[in-house]
Every structure is written in structure tokens, then in C-alpha cells.
């Protein structure tokens, strides 16, 4: 009899474990969403969250990634202070770095910053695809085209500083003004020269400067539609239309990759 009870006791454990990991990550009670403000690291989980007063409902069914009509969400202000630039890490390597700039433009603007709460399942990306949850960086407000598609973050996992503020600077106004655009949109998904947390792509400064290895033809090519210029399995980037990225925003883009490029930068960090 005791032996038949150990081995039932043993199954109901099996079972339970085999459960969890067979859940989605909104019904896992051990999923958290860690978020560094200043040199403390906050943990918090999902239920957490919704007991939190600034907790809210929201109708999230007609933003870019629509959610759900009646999704919780906490302001972002209500989690870390916003007096700097934020870096957004998702669980499949996508990395937002939010500048100062936006988070000042936003208040300006009215628009909201909030941290969408998964407390029942939410759509899939695509068919078969990932659950965008547990978290979600979403933004509301009249104005809230202002925020670039880079800057809504689903499968978000942790905020911390960003390290945007460690770029090499461009020393010209286009490349000042490219180093920007590559901080909003493409330091998301690359690093350049080992700066930034994102790792979906290539660093675009090491081992050898992008604009040494791709014609300014090809680059644009890539950014207005990476799947027509090449494929390979991993294949994560997105097209940038010209209403996310203009051609004037291209060309101070590749002049500052250009400049990093023949700095020497790049072969300081190897």
C-alpha cells in the first residue's frame, strides 16, 4: 500500500511539473518582469502587477499589435523614472532603446507609456507564432503616431538603462542626426562596434564597418525590404517603409555608419 501511495504521489508530481512548463506564459505565476531603476533591480510578477493601484483596463484591440479590448496596464512611470533613455529586452532578442527624446516628446504630446499585463491569453503574432506575453510595452494618446514601430515592445522581459548613450558620436549634422535614427531603429536588433543589447542581427561595426561590405544601393534595398534581397533561415528583420524611415533619414543614417566606418572605431573595439 505504501508503495503504491509513493508511486501515485510520485505521478500527481510528474503530472503538476509536466503542467507548468506546458502552460503558457501567462499562467505561469513564477513569470516576472524585471526592471533595473538606477543600481535596484525590481522583480515583478504578473499578479503583482494586477494588484498594483495604478493598475488599469484599457482597450488595446487598435494599436499596432492589437491585444485585446480589455488588457490591464500600469504606466511605465509607475515602474521606473523616465529621466533617461530605457532599453526594452523581449525574450526573442529584440531589444527597444528608447531615447530621452521620445519619452520627453510623448509627455509633450500626451501620449501614454504602459506596461500591458497578460491576465488571460492574448493573439498570437502570427498563425503558429509566439504569445506575445506576459508584458507588453504599448503606448495610448490622440498623438500616439509619433511613436515609431520600433518602440512598442511585446514579449517584454526586463527594462534597464539603455546604452544608447554609448554610441560613437557623429561629429557632422547628418551623421548627428543619423546616429539618432540608428538608436530609435536599428540598434533594436544590432549592435554597432559591441554597443547595445540588441543581438537579432549583425553587429554593424565589427568585425569590418557595414558600409565597407554593402553598396548605399544595397542598404536601402535591405531596409525597405529584406526578404526580396536575400533569405536565410533566422531571418528576423522587418521592411522600414518610407513613412517610418524617409530617404533624407536613409542617407544621415548611412552617413553615420559611414563615419564610425572610416574612424578606425570600428577596428579599436576588435
Not at 493573439?123 to 511613436?147: M, N, S, Y
Not at 539618432?180 to 540598434?187: D, H, M, Q, T, W
Not at 542581427?201 to 565589427?206: I, K, M
Not at 536601402?220 to 528576423?236: F, G, L, M
Request: proline share 8%; net charge negative; aromatic share 8%.
Amino acid at each position: 500500500m505504501k508503495a503504491r501511495m509513493n508511486g501515485r504521489h510520485v505521478f500527481k508530481r510528474l503530472f503538476f511539473l509536466v503542467g507548468l512548463v506546458a502552460s503558457p506564459a501567462w499562467a505561469n505565476p513564477s513569470t516576472v518582469l524585471s526592471v533595473k531603476d538606477g543600481d535596484t533591480v525590481h522583480k515583478f510578477s504578473v499578479e503583482e502587477l494586477l494588484h498594483r493601484p495604478e493598475t488599469q483596463r484599457l482597450d488595446l484591440s487598435h494599436i499596432k499589435q492589437p491585444l485585446g479590448p480589455d488588457v490591464p496596464a500600469i504606466p511605465l512611470s509607475a515602474l521606473i523614472h523616465q529621466d533617461d533613455a530605457l532599453a526594452f529586452q523581449a525574450t526573442d532578442l529584440f531589444t527597444a532603446e528608447i531615447p530621452r527624446s521620445v519619452f520627453e516628446q510623448a509627455r509633450k504630446h500626451h501620449v501614454t507609456a504602459w506596461i500591458a499585463i497578460e491576465d488571460k491569453e492574448w493573439p498570437k503574432r502570427r498563425p503558429h507564432g509566439h504569445d506575445l506575453g506576459p508584458f507588453a510595452l504599448v503606448w495610448t494618446g490622440e498623438e500616439v503616431g509619433i511613436i515609431k514601430q520600433e518602440q512598442w515592445v511585446d514579449q517584454l522581459a526586463a527594462i534597464t538603462p539603455s546604452s544608447s548613450n554609448e554610441l560613437p558620436a557623429g561629429t557632422s549634422e547628418p551623421a548627428a542626426k543619423g546616429q539618432v535614427i540608428f538608436a530609435e531603429n536599428c540598434l533594436p536588433c544590432h549592435q554597432l562596434m559591441g554597443v547595445g543589447e540588441g543581438s537579432m542581427g549583425p553587429d554593424l561595426g565589427r568585425p569590418i564597418p557595414v558600409t565597407e561590405y554593402i553598396t548605399p544601393k544595397g542598404f536601402r534595398a535591405i531596409i525597405r525590404n529584406p526578404k526580396q534581397v536575400r533569405k536565410w533561415p533566422s531571418e528576423h528583420m522587418e521592411s522600414f517603409p518610407e513613412s517610418a524611415i524617409s530617404e533624407s533619414d536613409l542617407d544621415a543614417l548611412w552617413t553615420y555608419l559611414q563615419e564610425v566606418g572610416q574612424s578606425g572605431l570600428a577596428q579599436k573595439h576588435l
